[in-house]
């Protein structure tokens, strides 16, 4: 009876590692396959693993009862129960905003992963069969040696308690084949590079607004050359890879680089592989702290773009208004700054902001000056077109040909997108990485709008030891803009609740909810007389 149980047992624990082995996967990728993020990653989300550490501790409580068939079977039992559980809890299938995808990369690592359960498998049964024959005597017949029957079982069973383990240390394993995988594939992007003397490379980066200023460049360039982007928040060595490779064609005459960085020396890194011959710096802020580890840090890699520019002897393009860049800019004789304070190269005045859109006017160095209009909405948008219309006019487009491309910048995907749902409620989807500067624009935007201004939001996250108080702030200026604040996660939103409470704001106008679905559904059931502004700020990934 024992070993027909033990045998389901096994069966119910290979299904569960699997299961346990695909969500693990799913979440060292959403971190980038970095296993020190994917640690962090771990700690922080420890009481996952209570149950799978605990039944790891109960099959050793096995052991003493043996001899005990019906004490030893019931314990089985419980512990097939509870396998079965942590299989379904991670039973694929789960609807997720970015689900699990089934890269070659990950092909790879999950190859690797199969061989370390197949490998621990056989030393279980070999140990097994050692313990089962001693002095010729065969005690999985006799039933007198414990080892015989359940040395072999323990170690299967442990196969799925040690997951969180194997899936990480399948990743370090596969990490020189990855990193042999990528040389080639960034060699070979080089050499796509090399192959076309007469393209234009410019870099784009900032701790945020690089994304947004990447589109609107690529809007204004467009005009008048025939450019290629990076797409969506392709800004890592192999999205900048990838766009190459498979994008790049002889007829492009500027191709537009978002580079990303989450860690010191990354951009430089971005640098090596694209080669811009011009960048754009949109901001230096208190973004992705938790892996920078300072301020200081963010800021000397974000200039990483600049050395490298100013080493070919291009131009880096500056935002003047940022106190962090403009302290620095001085370093760079080939900068140029543009921003709305005075001593800016591109200025940006008389700006005027309405729910239907911004106009403003730009005076250049040269003393044109030229008055436009766009959809975007709100005064930080400004920034960013002032600098794509900055470069733009580096590149010989005299302003007045540039204020239609402007006219036709709409907004970025999930970055202060105006969705209009029809009925009586408006989206602003603000959804995408949040962060201290970009809330409080959004906060201004939705003030724009004589409407109820509803909030749902997550808060920020990856801001290192300043998520609680910039949390904290951003609750205080919420209390001070909205009608009506919906927060999404009960621990994530404790700072940005407290913020709100601290403002003196009406708390039975907060509601917390434990997903976004359900926020959602909160939103539509909420009675107002007045038409409902709902301003999604933020939305996290599944790894949070």
């Known amino acids: 009876m024992n070993l027909v149980l033990w045998i389901i047992y096994a069966v119910i624990s290979l299904g569960a590692t699997v299961f346990l082995g695909l969500r693990e996967f799913h979440m060292l990728q959403l971190n980038g396959y970095k296993t020190p993020e994917h640690s962090r990653w771990m700690k922080k989300n420890a009481k996952r693993y209570i149950l799978p550490a605990v039944l790891f501790v109960a099959q050793f409580l096995l052991i003493p009862f043996q001899h005990k ?7 089985i039992i419980v512990l097939c129960f509870f396998n079965a559980i942590i299989a379904l809890l991670n039973k694929p299938g789960k609807k997720f905003k970015k689900p699990l995808v089934y890269t070659a990369r990950m092909k790879r690592m999950m190859i690797t992963f199969s061989i370390l359960v197949a490998i621990y498998y056989a030393i279980a049964v070999i140990k097994g069969k050692t313990y089962a024959v001693v002095d010729g005597i065969d005690f999985c017949r006799t039933e007198t040696h414990w080892f015989a029957w359940y040395l072999p079982y323990i170690m299967v069973g442990s196969a799925l308690y040690l997951t969180p383990i194997l899936v990480p240390l399948s990743n370090l394993i596969n990490k020189p084949v990855e990193k042999a995988v990528q040389n080639w594939y960034i060699n070979d992007a080089k050499r796509i590079l090399s192959e076309c003397p007469t393209l234009h490379k410019v870099g784009i980066t900032g701790s945020y607004g690089k994304t947004s ?29 990838i766009t190459i490779r498979r994008d790049l064609k002889p007829t492009h005459e500027y191709f537009i ?31 992705h702290l938790e892996t920078f580890g300072s301020i200081d840090n963010v800021l000397n890699t974000k200039f990483e773009l600049a050395d490298h520019v100013k080493a070919k002897g291009g131009k880096i393009y500056l935002n003047g208004d940022n106190e962090l860049i403009r302290k620095k800019a001085p370093e760079y004789p080939n900068a140029v700054l543009y921003g709305l304070q005075e001593g800016n190269h591109y200025r940006a005045t008389d700006i005027s ?43 010989g487009i005299s ?13 970025v995907p999930h970055r202060l997108q105006l969705l209009d749902k029809g009925g009586n409620m408006t989206f602003i989807d603000d959804a995408y990485n949040s962060n201290p500067s970009g809330c409080r624009a959004a906060l201004n935007v939705l003030g724009l709008f004589d409407a109820c201004r509803i909030l749902v939001t997550p808060g920020m996250v990856e801001l290192g030891a300043k998520q609680e108080e910039l949390n904290f702030e951003f609750g205080q200026e919420a209390a001070k803009a909205c009608d009506h604040i919906v927060l999404v996660g009960k621990n994530q939103t404790v700072p940005i609740y407290n913020g709100i409470k601290d403002a003196g704001y009406d708390m039975d106008n907060v509601f917390v909810a434990d997903g976004l679905n359900e926020a959602l559904d909160h939103v539509r059931a909420y009675q107002t007389d007045k038409k409902k502004i709902v301003l999604l700020e933020n939305d996290l990934p599944d790894n949070y």
């Open 213 to 241: 200023m990447k589109f609107y460049l690529d809007e204004l360039l467009n005009s008048q050359y025939n450019t290629l982007k990076t797409p969506e928040s392709f800004n890592t060595p192999m999205g900048v890879t």
């Open 353 to 395: 902001v309405s729910d239907r859109g911004t106009e403003f006017t730009v005076t250049a160095p040269n003393g044109e000056t030229q008055r436009f209009s766009m959809k975007l909405l709100g005064e930080h948008n400004v920034q960013n077109v002032l600098g794509a219309i900055a470069y733009a006019h580096g590149t």
């Open 399 to 411: 302003l007045e040909k540039l204020t239609l491309p402007v006219k036709r910048i709409a907004a």
């Open 257 to 287: 680089c978002e580079m990303g960085a989450r860690r010191v020396h990354e951009i430089k890194e971005l640098c090596g592989i694209a080669d811009p011959h011009d960048g754009i710096i949109t901001s230096v802020g208190p973004q």
């Open 69 to 75: 068939k019906g004490l030893a079977a019931a314990l």
